[in-house]
């Protein structure tokens, strides 16, 4: 068992993020992991596994370690104080031992009845045989190929504990700040000390400088490079007085998207893969360094997919089928594949594409939610419906929002009242007032409902909010044409079509608005409109 602890004097600095992204590519390789939550004044992994963890967290940490330092019970096991986590693999490889329940109010009261100073500055105290006790209940009853611990940061006895006795390498993580490079040094030089080792367990330990910015410019990565080398260079000095040298030197730069939203993921992320490859390298077979570097060059070239992708390049699938072949396991392929069959129209190779980047274990709920618009173009409105409910029940972020609308939609097309639906979407509205769409939503059903006005008001705003969306002008096209104003249709629709409104969507539209259509189908001006946007195809398809 491999025990690595990751540190950092200061908070904020991506620290369990990363350690998450390291249990995870682990658990990927088949590598049985234990992770545990060491930061008990603010514990926070439980919130990065929030979605795959299928069970209310009751004891942890805490717990165990209140047992023996306030009722003098040393617990016979650790199990019972450990969850499994739900990695949506074949197979759980990770196993947490949890901080605790810290919503509750009795676990802030137990943490402050543990005395550090009495585990281990007493007497006879008895505070280092009991965490090695525990690191070896974990290593027999758990059998994890590695151990990784997320400490608190801070000089402090929690910090000796994981990382002095506990740990054999150490990932410390910092910004670029004197505080953070200050603070790290401190700790280098305090757990590199002969005199302050409890034991020689400390085998490597690494750097992360993380959260800097993404150089754009010749000069800002002319910059970027005199920051690596003189930030190495502080962190190398502080090595000086020991046996001990710095193992490898990481950057992470910041990520807008995951300061976010928090994303988990290390899917086409070299600086993460880099840092795995500098904890695990070592230690890993041939045959899975094979392994390794296939997912490394998957990543790479999933990279240039999603620029394919975006370009509408015609060698996406050929660089699909190449990424799928070096590594099969890769989610994020299956989900750009049925992305692209979605633009296609080919909505039963999207689905499939979808279904098994759900089996490959995609944690970011991407192919659950785009599934959920194939089905809905397959006018399989029951799957549609279990979608979007798992995707909402399961609190993915990403898509969150579109994920509520379509339910809304989906339910119309389905019986769902009317006027319930108005509500729903309604109060959608006053937790998002400034997402267009669900202003559309809104106005197309006050249109089927034939409250006019009120589908004016919301269209009007979705147009004031996004006034290049084709769609927009579309839905106040329809609101005219029930109005019985013929001359504002037309005028609407031909907006809607020079904004690139996709006018095959009309297709999987409700009756009501399908008729619209229908009824205009022979008219000179309709036709006229449609020859002009080069959409004469559409009265066939009418």
């Not at 617990?75 to 329940?101: H, L, M, V």
């Not at 976010?260 to 795995?276: P, W």
């Not at 267009?436 to 004031?464: F, G, M, P, T």
């Amino acid at each position: 068992m491999k025990t690595i602890t990751f540190y950092s004097y200061k908070g904020g600095v991506g620290r369990t993020l990363a350690l998450v992204n390291i249990a995870n590519r682990l658990a990927e390789f088949g590598k049985k992991v234990c992770i545990m939550d060491f930061d008990l004044e603010a514990p926070g992994l439980n919130h990065k596994y929030k979605r795959q963890i299928n069970t209310e967290i009751k004891q942890g940490l805490v717990d165990y370690i209140y047992e023996f330092a306030v009722n003098d019970i040393l617990p016979p096991s650790i199990r019972d104080y450990a969850i499994e986590i739900n990695t949506s693999k074949k197979q759980n490889n990770i196993t947490f031992i949890p901080a605790g329940n810290s919503e509750q109010g009795k676990y802030w009261k137990k943490l402050s009845r543990i005395s550090w100073w009495n585990l281990f500055y007493r007497d006879n105290s008895e505070g280092i045989p009991f965490f090695l006790d525990l690191k070896e209940k974990i290593k027999k009853e758990f059998s994890p190929d590695y151990l990784l611990i997320d400490t608190r940061t801070g000089i402090t006895e929690i910090a000796a504990i994981t990382m002095s006795l506990l740990a054999e390498s150490i990932v410390l993580f910092a910004v670029n700040n004197e505080e953070n490079i200050c603070g790290t040094q401190q700790i280098i030089r305090t757990i590199t000390k002969k005199e302050n080792k409890l034991l020689d367990t400390i085998k490597e330990i690494h750097f992360v400088l993380t959260r800097i910015p993404f150089p754009n410019t010749p000069e800002g990565r002319s910059r970027e490079y005199e920051i690596k080398n003189l930030v190495e260079q502080k962190i190398k000095d502080a090595f000086k007085e020991s046996d001990k040298e710095l193992k490898s030197f990481n950057v992470i730069h910041s990520d807008r998207e995951i300061e976010l939203f928090e994303k988990v993921r290390m899917s086409y992320d070299t600086e993460y893969l880099s840092l795995f490859n500098s904890l695990t390298g070592e230690d890993f077979s041939p045959e899975e360094k094979e392994k390794f570097d296939n997912l490394k060059r998957a990543e790479w070239l999933l990279q240039k997919a999603y620029n394919s992708f975006e370009n509408n390049s015609f060698d996406l699938l050929k660089q699909l089928d190449e990424i799928e072949k070096l590594a099969p396991e890769l989610s994020d392929s299956y989900l750009l594949r049925g992305r692209y069959y979605n633009g296609q129209k080919e909505y039963k190779k999207a689905v499939e594409a979808f279904t098994k980047g759900i089996k490959m274990g995609d944690i970011s709920g991407g192919c659950l939610f785009f599934r959920s618009e194939s089905y809905f173009r397959l006018k399989n409105y029951s799957e549609v419906f279990d979608d979007l409910k798992e995707y909402i029940d399961k609190e993915y972020k990403e898509y969150r929002v579109d994920a509520l609308m379509n339910l809304i939609i989906v339910k119309e097309y389905s019986g769902v009242d009317r006027k319930e639906l108005i509500v729903e979407t309604t109060r959608l509205i006053e937790k998002y007032p400034f997402y267009a769409k669900l202003y559309n939503v809104r106005s197309c059903l006050y249109n089927w409902e034939k409250q006019y006005e009120s589908a004016l008001e919301d269209i009007y705003k979705a147009i004031d909010l996004e006034p290049q969306e084709g769609i927009y002008y579309a839905t106040l096209a329809e609101i005219k044409f029930n109005q019985g104003d013929k001359l504002d249709f037309y005028r609407n629709f031909d907006t809607a079509l020079r904004m690139n409104f996709d006018i095959e969507s009309i297709l999987f539209e409700n009756d009501v608005i399908k008729n619209i259509y229908k009824q205009v189908s022979t008219d000179s001006e309709f036709i006229r409109i449609l020859d002009k946007y080069n959409k004469s195809y559409f009265l066939e398809l009418i």
